[in-house]
């Protein structure tokens, strides 16, 4: 069974940055797209990036591009969400999530394994 266990989020003022990690185990991930998403109260989960193997393809959603940055470390099966200039909007539950059939990369149902989530809140 795969394990994704998010980790990093927290509190952190407009303007501010966080970077969350994803480690997994159970499995390699190393031929597997990764993806993050985020859900707010009430919301839908949201895309937020994607990376595919062998990590050189990246895709954000438009909210969070140019200020987000994936990336992965397949030795360590973890998967990075560096976070710069957050924004109050970003305030979400963010969770990890692997993609091992093929398909596409943007919709929760795409994706086959999920972490349970991490909590991250910015201040205005």
């Known amino acids: 069974q795969v394990q994704l266990v998010e980790s990093g989020g927290g509190l952190v003022q407009a303007g501010g940055s966080l970077r969350l990690t994803c480690r997994a185990s159970?499995?390699?991930?190393?031929?597997?797209?990764m993806g993050w998403f985020r859900q707010a109260p009430g919301k839908e989960r949201e895309f937020v990036a994607t990376?595919?193997?062998?990590?050189?393809?990246?895709d954000y959603a438009d909210s969070v591009k140019d200020r987000f940055t994936i990336s992965r470390d397949n030795a360590k099966n973890t998967v990075y969400l560096q976070m710069n200039t957050l924004k109050p909007e970003d305030t979400a539950v963010y969770y990890c999530?692997?993609?091992?059939?093929?398909?596409?990369?943007?919709?929760?149902?795409?994706?086959?394994?999920w972490g349970q989530g991490t909590q991250v809140t910015v201040s205005s």
């Open positions: 990376i595919r193997w062998p990590g050189d393809n990246a």
């Open positions: 159970g499995r390699t991930f190393s031929m597997y797209a």
């Open positions: 999530a692997v993609r091992v059939n093929s398909g596409r990369y943007y919709y929760v149902n795409d994706y086959d394994y």
